[in-house]
């Protein structure tokens, strides 16, 4: 599957670098991050995110076209203690900080010289470039919390979500997109702590499980597109 996904990304990037006319731009947005582990009680992790895109152009039958992007996202979750009533008594975010390569196709539901609408379908490769997790030589080493030699450096997953682009000129444009961005990899994977561990919460003594977790992200993005665009004479 990993093989699978780097073939997909390479084949979009080829494909749309070696186009004459292609569209371009940034993009940037709000993220809500989410995983599962299995000795913490997992809240969503609210953070951001950026990229730049290319994509093909086709001036006739303009059915769809193939993307490829690269940008820094933010993986993750938080953890919440609360004391029973209102307030959190404990709060952290666990983030990894991942730049990723995503490539794939788009498909027009409405497509007219002013607007269209559409959905889109790809695979991405992620390569982490640090996190907050603290390290096991640290001077407050505890074993409860999540350790950053165990994070998996790479990892791929599949991307798919929708939009709407407006233009504002024949080479000029914008638009908005909700994408979903779940992966199929392990971003953390532990092995289970043979001793006790002390809950620095409740005082308690309790196992490590293995861990072994996944991301989700959800992304909203707002974005310009610029057509370059060769006119022969």
């Known amino acids: 599957m990993k093989r699978l996904c780097f073939l997909v990304v390479a084949s979009c990037f080829l494909f749309t670098a070696d186009a004459q006319n292609f569209w371009f731009g940034p993009k940037i947005g709000p993220t809500v991050a989410f995983q599962q582990w299995n000795n913490f009680d997992r809240q969503p992790l609210f953070t951001n995110h950026a990229a730049i895109f290319i994509e093909s152009y086709a001036e006739e039958d303009d059915s769809g076209s193939v993307y490829a992007q690269i940008g820094f996202h933010t993986r993750g979750s938080s953890i919440r203690f609360t004391n029973g009533f209102t307030s959190d008594i404990f709060s952290e975010g666990i983030e990894f900080n991942n730049i990723s390569l995503q490539g794939g196709i788009k498909r027009f539901l409405t497509n007219t010289a002013l607007s269209s609408t ?3 379908v790809g ?6 470039v640090n996190t907050n997790l603290q390290d096991q030589n640290s001077e407050f080493f505890d074993p409860f919390f999540p350790i950053d030699n165990f ?10 979500g929708g939009g709407y682009k407006y233009n504002f000129s024949q080479l000029f444009g914008g638009f908005i997109e909700l994408s979903f961005h779940p992966d199929i990899s392990y971003q953390y994977q532990q092995t289970a702590l043979p001793i006790g561990v002390t809950n ?3 005082g308690s003594v309790q196992t490590i499980a293995e861990r072994q977790i996944r991301n989700l992200t959800v992304e909203l993005s707002v974005g310009i597109n610029i057509l370059r665009k060769v006119i022969y004479e």
């Open 200 to 202: 620095p919460f409740t």
């Open 151 to 160: 994070t998996n450096k790479f990892n791929y997953g599949i991307s798919f």
């Open 123 to 128: 695979a991405r490769l992620e390569y982490t």
């Open 118 to 120: 559409y959905y889109s």
